[in-house]
C-alpha cells in the first residue's frame, strides 16, 4: 500500500468528507499512474493547508478522455449535484486540464472511500 497526496480546492473536498462525492477525476499523467487500489490519497485543501482528507482508493477508472468518463460513470459520484447535472459537460474539465494534456495522457476516475 502506498500514500499519495494531492491538492483539492475545498468545495470538492467537502463533497468528499460527506459521501457526496465518491470518485475523483483526474488526469491519469505519471502521478496518478503510480496510484493502485488499496492505497490511501491525503487531499489538503488548497485554501486550508491544515485541512486534511484521507481516503482509501477502492478502483481505477481509466479513459481516453472526460468525453468517455462523463459518459461512463454517475455524475452524482463525480461531484455534481441533481441541480447541477444537467448542465455537467466534459468541458467543464478543460479549466483544470489542457485538451492537449488530457490527449497525451488520458485521464481516470480514482474512487476514494472516506476512512
Request: aromatic share 10%; net charge negative.
Amino acid at each position: 500500500m502506498n500514500k499519495h497526496y494531492m491538492n483539492l480546492t475545498p468545495e470538492p473536498l467537502e463533497f468528499i468528507r460527506s459521501g457526496r462525492k465518491t470518485v475523483e477525476l483526474r488526469l491519469y499523467d505519471e502521478k496518478r499512474k503510480a496510484i493502485r487500489v488499496g492505497d490511501k490519497i491525503t487531499f489538503t485543501n488548497t485554501e486550508d493547508q491544515e485541512d486534511t482528507l484521507t481516503v482509501s482508493v477502492d478502483d481505477l477508472y481509466l479513459f481516453d478522455s472526460f468525453e468517455e468518463l462523463y459518459k461512463a460513470l454517475p455524475l452524482t459520484e463525480c461531484g455534481y449535484t441533481e441541480e447541477d447535472i444537467d448542465t455537467a459537460s466534459p468541458s467543464d474539465m478543460d479549466i483544470y486540464y489542457p485538451k492537449e494534456k488530457q490527449a497525451k495522457y488520458g485521464v481516470v476516475g480514482i474512487k476514494v472511500k472516506v476512512i
